[in-house]
């Protein structure tokens, strides 16, 4: 398996799935993260596939001192402030030079909630397994290094009644919606075969460019769900600061134009935004934060 790996992601859906067969998962306010265990070190790697450890190194030093060799883990890097999972936090984390986040580290340690596992050291690639293999798996190596926070293993149970329970329950607390997978599923990075119900009324959007300079950007053009490119409305200035960090990793600006032929820069992929759902029918959506680096 060849760093980085692409990861499987769910499709956002209005109502808990039911029936024979589904497991659900807690779904934490973080940042996407992989886990790469490696016979000397630890890598952490972003949705994206950006290399993402200068910036969890305190995740990474626990992993390797925790984990064994040989080992991918799939899951979600959370910081928790105030008796909750603070996003916020993660974000402006994620969001830092090394530097910096070495100095928020030692006041808001994070943690890292495992919820898949994709190379093991005794098995090989496990990606073409059942989901209750895997899960099993995940859970026998976790209590065999006896493996505690900062990792830790995702709540999940096969009955929905406790699923809605934790969905509504616990939202104070930064459990942001749930995750719903077949028993039967292998890990698949083409297509989507975990479906999600979330509390906030947004949907997930690539960054495909935008508008105006890289350094004082004014718009972003998204692609949404149903492929359509669109501009955003005007960016908030702290919004447009977070991603214009990112945009010199793009390479050389190019022009582009959406179906209706409003112009923007192209950017390379691998940025996320959530738009409010309700916005998504018209030309112009509204974005709500950045979601994955």
Known sequence: MDFPVDVALAELVPTLPVGTGWRYEMKFDGHRTVVWRDEDTVRLQARSGRDVTPVWMDLSLAALDMLPPG????????????GRIDFAAAQSRALSTPTRARRLAEDLPAHFVAWDILLHPDHGDVRGRRYDDR???LVDLLEEYDVKPPI???PMTDDPAVAMTWYQQLPEQGIEGIVAKQATSVYRTTGRTWEKIRHAETVEADIVGYTGPAARLRALAVRLPDGRIALTQSLKAPLAAQVAVHLAASGPPRSAHTRAEEPYTTAAPGLVVEVLAGTTRH???TVTRLRST
């Open 152 to 154: 830790q293993l995702v």
């Open 135 to 137: 899960r099993a798996l």
């Open 283 to 285: 030309v112009v959506v």
């Open 71 to 82: 080992l991918v883990l799939d899951g979600e890097a959370v910081i928790y402030a105030h």
